[in-house]
């Protein structure tokens, strides 16, 4: 089994930066990817950024993610980050991270993000 954990989430103004952070562990093999969604009171979840394993690390970004978040990760540490500046109330959501290992994926609990305007 393999745990995530989301942290880094908070109440910033509009116009701010937070990072998040998802560090993995447990029975870890090989991760092909790991991502971050996000979801909104009364939306459906949806997808922020993914980064995925090998390949230089090539990433992927929702069309409101381009320009101001910026997905990383230290594969040494099981960790992805997410860095999001220039934040927008809309940003407002609980954010969750998404590890994929081999055929499997596994979910955090998710971290708040606020953004007050």
């Known amino acids: 089994q393999v745990q995530v954990v989301e942290s880094g989430g908070g109440l910033v103004q509009a116009g701010g930066s937070l990072r998040l952070s998802c560090a993995a562990s447990?029975?870890?093999?090989?991760?092909?990817?790991m991502a971050w969604y996000r979801q909104a009171p009364g939306k459906q979840r949806e997808l922020v950024a993914v980064?995925?394993?090998?390949?230089?690390?090539?990433?992927t970004y929702a069309d409101f993610a381009k320009g101001r978040f910026t997905i990383s990760r230290d594969s040494a540490k099981n960790t992805a980050y997410l860095q999001m500046n220039d934040l927008k109330p809309e940003d407002t959501a609980v954010y969750y991270c998404?590890?994929?290992?081999?055929?499997?994926?596994?979910w955090g609990r998710g971290t708040q993000v606020t953004v007050s305007s």
């Open positions: 998404n590890v994929v290992q081999i055929t499997k994926d596994y």
């Open positions: 447990g029975a870890i093999v090989l991760i092909n990817s």
């Open positions: 980064i995925i394993s090998g390949g230089g690390g090539t990433t």
